[in-house]
């Protein structure tokens, strides 16, 4: 158990890490398509044997989740399927003409909003349509996110045919109260059901997306939704935090901070929960995620290979992630670049043969080296700093207080996280943030960690 003197010391604002920089301090006056450009074919020369990743965004939703934190648009008008769904093929095909190949794909995950407002034969319209400008590896790792309201037999057996064997379906908690006023509502039967349809057709891997934090949230609400999620046994858990950023969220402002657990009553609602999780056999593989023995992730894990990137914990690396629709990114490993969030902008763009770019950034050798220690923290647990680097002082200055907390273990240049350390993984990385340390902001921009 966690002291509550750490909780509150280190229940602070900070970034969750899926990139570094982080997007706030991206820098977009260096940045300019072509120089994006150049660090894509870079990227795929250097990694066009291992393959790529794609990550597809579909934002349409039918009603809005009052908690989420996604780019969606909220309609019931399924006329918008089709001209989205063209405008990502028309937006993949620019890819393809940049790149001057036909790519070899490693990953695909079709993420929203809700993959699943889409029609099963939509889907297989943009699926192969991929294909046919892209080669898609016989091992690849094909997911989606799915609805658990409306993820129907038809959905499964499409998208397995086409290839998928990874779902995630978003649960957040079954308490009835916390369902009402986050306005996100599906019952443990509809979850048991495409569960075991999953399971019958083939997918071989199901994550189970759960929030801690949430208004009206109680004790008993994460133990009883925990129970029912241990009775179903999904190969990976996600048990995320709830991140309150109403200034950039205004559907978060359907409730108020007095309906959220705070500092110690939202810690212990995680311990709860991760230990649940742990007494019936589930692996803590990093920040926020928990896998059983025999999945690809925690094998990952304990291999050396868990890799981190804008779609979370992979279990595999791709130095090239490409991102299509509206606010997804891309990353060359050199550069970042990101969409535009309106669905009118991104299809005028497209219609016009612009690319739907709106911002991005050039990693400079500091920030490259940053992010490769960030990655170890976060996949690893552990890195190795440089003495010789200019940045050395600084990092093991501020994380002297992390090691007398008993979060790390400073061995001269090599750093350690340990058990404690696990449960402040973004507290730790934030001391090597060159980025946050030099741009101290006067405004809240990251949920806390707790």
């Known amino acids: 158990m966690i002291s509550s003197d750490l909780v509150k010391k280190y229940n602070v604002a900070a970034p969750r890490y899926t990139s570094y920089p982080t997007v706030p301090y991206w820098n977009n006056d260096h940045w300019d398509q072509q120089k994006w450009f150049n660090t894509l074919r870079r990227s795929y020369k250097e990694s066009s044997a291992n393959g790529i990743s794609l990550y597809i965004h579909l934002p349409f939703c039918e009603n809005l989740c009052t908690y989420c934190g996604c780019t969606t648009r909220i309609t019931k008008n399924h006329k918008v399927e089709e001209p989205y769904i063209d405008a990502i093929l028309a937006e993949w095909r620019m890819y393809n003409r940049v790149l001057g190949g036909k790519p070899r794909i490693r990953e695909i995950h079709l993420g929203g909003g809700t993959p699943t407002f889409f029609s099963p034969e939509n889907l297989q319209r943009l699926i192969y349509g991929i294909s046919q400008n892209a ?145 019936a056999g589930y692996q803590d593989i990093g920040m926020d995620h928990f896998s059983l023995q025999g999945d690809n992730l925690l094998t990952a894990s304990r291999s050396g290979k868990l890799h981190r990137n804008f779609m979370g914990y992979t279990h595999q690396y791709t130095k090239l992630s490409i991102g299509l629709g509206i606010s997804s990114i891309g990353d060359s490993w050199y550069a970042f670049a990101q969409n535009v969030k309106s669905v009118e902008t991104y299809l005028r763009d497209i219609s016009e043969g612009r690319f739907p770019l709106v911002k991005g950034h050039i990693l400079t050798p500091e920030d490259l080296t940053i992010r490769r220690i960030i990655l170890d923290i976060m996949c690893l647990g552990k890195t190795t700093l440089s003495a010789n680097d200019p940045l050395y002082p600084g990092f093991v200055s501020r994380l002297r207080p992390l090691e007398k907390d008993g979060l790390v273990y400073i061995n001269d240049a090599r750093i350690i996280v340990t058990e404690t350390g696990r449960s402040f993984l973004r507290n730790i990385c934030m001391c090597f943030d060159q980025k946050l340390v030099s741009n101290v902001s006067t405004t809240q921009i990251f949920s806390t960690t707790v």
Not at 166 to 180: A, N, T, W
Not at 221 to 227: F, G, H, K, L
Request: aromatic share 8%; charged share 25%; glycine share 4%.
């Open 135 to 279: 080669l898609i590896l016989p091992d690849a790792d094909l997911s989606f996110e799915g609805h658990p309201a409306n993820t129907t037999q038809a959905h499964l057996q499409t998208l397995y045919n086409c290839g998928f064997r990874r779902l995630s379906l978003g649960i957040q908690d079954f308490d009835p109260l916390v369902q009402e006023i986050i306005n996100r509502k599906q019952s443990v039967q509809q979850v048991r059901e495409v569960t075991e349809a999953a399971r019958e057709i083939g997918y071989t891997s199901i994550n189970y997306d759960l929030i801690y934090g949430l208004p009206l949230q109680k004790l008993s609400s994460v133990n009883n939704t925990i129970a029912e999620v241990l009775r179903l046994r999904p190969e990976r858990i996600a048990y995320y935090s709830y991140a309150h950023v109403p200034w950039l969220k205004p559907g978060q402002r359907s409730f108020t901070e007095a309906d959220l657990p705070v500092d110690e009553e939202k810690r212990n609602l995680y311990e709860l929960g991760r230990n649940m999780l742990l007494a």
